[in-house]
């Protein structure tokens, strides 16, 4: 059985995993339109990673037999003006989620939550 606080924060990460894939897509969209097929492509590639961080974060609770609870994906809110935006909001982004990642550990490692912290070490 898992803690409450470290089931919550990997429920939320669900959540925050499928934001970030939206994002991705959003800024793979930005570039589609304006020709940069390869930047287009990147952000679709990095759009199915976090999908599937999504779904090993799912799973895990699922395997852990706690419940997952999914929530509403929030539209991206940033809005794109030019190429760098996207590059600069997506290095931003990364380093959010990281910080997300970080936090989750932390919580395990505060409770000697070993199994979730191994988890964390893809």
């Given at each position: 059985m898992l803690n409450a606080k470290v089931h919550e924060l990997l429920n939320q990460q669900i959540n925050k995993e499928f934001y970030s894939a939206y994002l991705y897509l959003d800024f793979s969209n930005y570039f589609k339109a304006q020709g940069l097929d390869g930047f287009a492509n990147w952000y679709m590639v990095q759009a199915q990673e976090e999908r599937d961080h999504a779904i090993l974060f799912y799973t895990y609770l699922q395997n852990e037999n706690m419940p997952v609870t999914l929530e509403a994906i929030a539209k991206p809110d940033k809005e794109?003006?030019?190429?760098?935006?996207?590059?600069?909001?997506?290095?931003?982004?990364?380093?959010?989620?990281?910080?997300?990642?970080?936090?989750?550990?932390?919580?395990?490692?505060?409770?000697?939550?070993?199994?979730?912290?191994?988890?964390?070490?893809?």
């Open positions: 794109i003006t030019c190429h760098m935006d996207v590059l600069k909001a997506g290095l931003e982004h990364e380093h959010y989620v990281t910080s997300l990642i970080n936090e989750i550990y932390g919580a395990a490692y505060d409770v000697r939550d070993f199994r979730t912290m191994q988890f964390l070490d893809w």
